[in-house]
């Protein structure tokens, strides 16, 4: 099945500072996903961006599907931000598979 | 904003028993899947669900979990035999047409003790 990494495992920032997160993947895709999961567990879409760029507020996540990555980007981190980012990611009609995230924790 | 909800957000039950874990999807998805989490792990899919069939399921649905959608609008993951190692989160999700945004809800998370 489809790989899916994403670096770094863990993150530390102060308040304020931007981050960017990777996912990289190892084929082709059609369903892209960005999720922030919460300290209560929750899966919060984030983004839907099998290609492209987007933003909402302050994150962004751009998708280049023919170098098979995406990147998240968070500007002036907030201590709500904190917890762990998934990738995942579809081929055809395939569920999504999950990368094992990003864990940020952002310091006051 | 619809939203997929899931129903309890936490059940304890004993090794051995058999649990229900009950979703509602967004009302004109067709589309459905469970997936798992185990504490400090990585999201894991277990079954999709399409047209009153399953379409695709993980090596880890075995013939201990079955899911059915008993009305119009419930989606269920029925877990016979609980063992210790079935603790985990469980998401339900839902999409429009596969291979689309999919959309989870809240999770239920689930303690066999």
């Known amino acids: 099945g489809i790989q899916v990494e994403q670096s770094p495992p863990d993150l530390i920032l102060q308040e304020g500072a931007n981050s960017t997160l990777r996912c990289n993947f190892s084929d082709s895709v059609n369903n892209l996903q960005w999720f922030h999961q919460n300290p209560w567990g929750q899966l919060i879409n984030l983004f839907y961006i099998p290609s492209g760029t987007k933003q909402n507020g302050r994150l962004s996540a751009t998708t280049v599907a023919t170098e098979r990555y995406s990147l998240l980007y968070i500007s002036s981190s907030q201590t709500t931000d904190s917890g762990v980012y998934f990738c995942?990611?579809?081929?055809?009609?395939?569920?999504?598979?999950f990368g094992s995230g990003t864990r940020l924790q952002v310091q006051p | 904003e619809p939203e997929v909800t899931q129903t309890p957000s936490h059940q304890v039950t004993q090794m051995g028993q058999e649990v229900i874990l009950r979703c509602v999807p967004i009302s004109n998805h067709l589309y459905f899947y469970w997936y798992r989490q185990i504490l400090g792990q990585k999201v894991e899919f277990l079954v999709s669900f399409y047209n009153n069939e399953i379409s695709e399921k993980s090596e880890i649905f075995d013939d201990q979990f079955s899911v059915e959608r008993p009305d119009g609008s419930n989606f269920t993951l029925k877990i016979r035999s609980t063992k210790l190692e079935d603790s985990a989160m469980y998401f339900c999700?839902?999409?429009?047409?596969?291979?689309?945004?999919?959309?989870f809800g809240q999770g239920t998370r689930l303690t066999v003790v």
């Open positions: 999700a839902s999409s429009p047409i596969q291979g689309t945004e999919a959309f």
């Open positions: 995942a990611v579809a081929t055809g009609r395939r569920a999504l598979t």
